[in-house]
């Protein structure tokens, strides 16, 4: 079979197509050093010898049911101490958190997210079309700069935590529609053994075409959950999201750790759970996306 053939609990390891997929709950706050090298950027995930990803070892478990699954990734984590805070606690384990490469604490962060069961990815800031007005933040990857440049930028991003299945990009309309800005940076990505998750915000972003050639596992967010920050319009975006997932099998949901998001994340989970719904890692739906 290709999953493991027993009821799961959403802990644990399972195999898939015979790769170890996740870790021991009891060390998912450790990395594995195999998947690591020394750089002068910190320590960077890397493929193992034998071919084994960080984007498998530290991925959430899932049933290996095909009923309606949906990723949810909230973002932004890092940036509030009390919001950061909520999210991890209060979030539903199966809920991917975005921790925010110009954060402050991440290595604790990471390690309390990982404790209570969450994937992580870490989110980079790109190039929006309408850079420096609006500027992302320290170490936003240019256009116009040197690809090698804006591989320093990501690795010194990729260097502040571990234990991670992959990147986000956080805004970068711009830079994710520019073919030759964006390659280099996604073939270090495939090369590391990660995914990317486009969060969906631009219609000119190259990712899908790039990725796919390169054998990238890749996802984009369906819906940004949150940009009305109100309960009622983010559970409207959320039951949207459901019938996305309903019709397509799959859907992802996008939103920052605001306190309303959280609210309203938690409550839509709670029913939905019962509706037959699965809350999965990024990872598995990214993994489905350069499937043989």
């Not at 898939?16 to 996740?22: F, K, L, V, Y």
């Not at 020394?38 to 960077?44: A, M, Q």
């Not at 990803?53 to 984590?77: C, E, F, H, K, N």
Request: hydrophobic share 35%; glycine share 10%.
């Amino acid at each position: 079979t290709k999953y493991t053939p027993r009821a799961r609990d959403g802990n644990g390891p399972v195999l898939i197509n015979a790769q170890r997929i996740g870790q021991d709950p009891r060390f998912a706050a450790e990395p594995n050093t195999s998947l690591l090298e020394d750089t002068e950027y910190g320590k960077l995930p890397i493929l193992g010898e034998d071919g084994s990803r960080p984007m498998d070892q530290y991925a959430r478990p899932w049933s290996g049911a095909r009923g309606t699954r949906i990723a949810i990734v909230v973002g932004g984590l890092g940036l509030s101490q009390t919001g950061t805070q909520r999210a991890i606690q209060q979030l539903p384990s199966g809920v991917t958190l975005g921790l925010a490469a110009s954060g402050n604490s991440l290595q604790r962060w990471m390690q309390e997210a990982r404790r209570a069961g969450h994937e992580i990815l870490i989110q980079v800031p790109f190039e929006p079309y309408d850079y420096p007005a609006n500027d992302p933040g320290p170490g936003t990857l240019l256009v116009k700069d040197p690809a090698a440049k804006n591989l320093e930028r990501l690795h010194v991003a990729m260097g502040e935590i571990t234990n991670y299945t992959g990147i986000m990009n956080y805004q970068g309309g711009r830079y994710l529609s520019d073919v030759k800005a964006l390659e280099p940076v996604l073939r270090d990505m495939a090369s590391r053994g990660l995914l990317f998750l486009d969060d969906g915000t631009s219609a000119q972003s190259k990712t899908e075409v790039l990725a796919k050639a390169m054998q990238l596992p890749h996802a984009f967010g369906d819906l940004t959950l949150d940009g009305q920050l109100q309960s009622d319009a983010i559970l409207k975006k959320l039951d949207e999201l459901e019938r996305i997932a309903q019709r397509k099998g799959t859907a992802i949901g996008i939103a920052s750790a605001f306190d309303e998001s959280i609210a309203a994340i938690r409550k839509w989970a709670d029913e939905a759970s019962q509706r037959g719904v699965e809350i999965v890692g990024v990872s598995t739906l990214a993994r489905e996306s350069v499937a043989p």
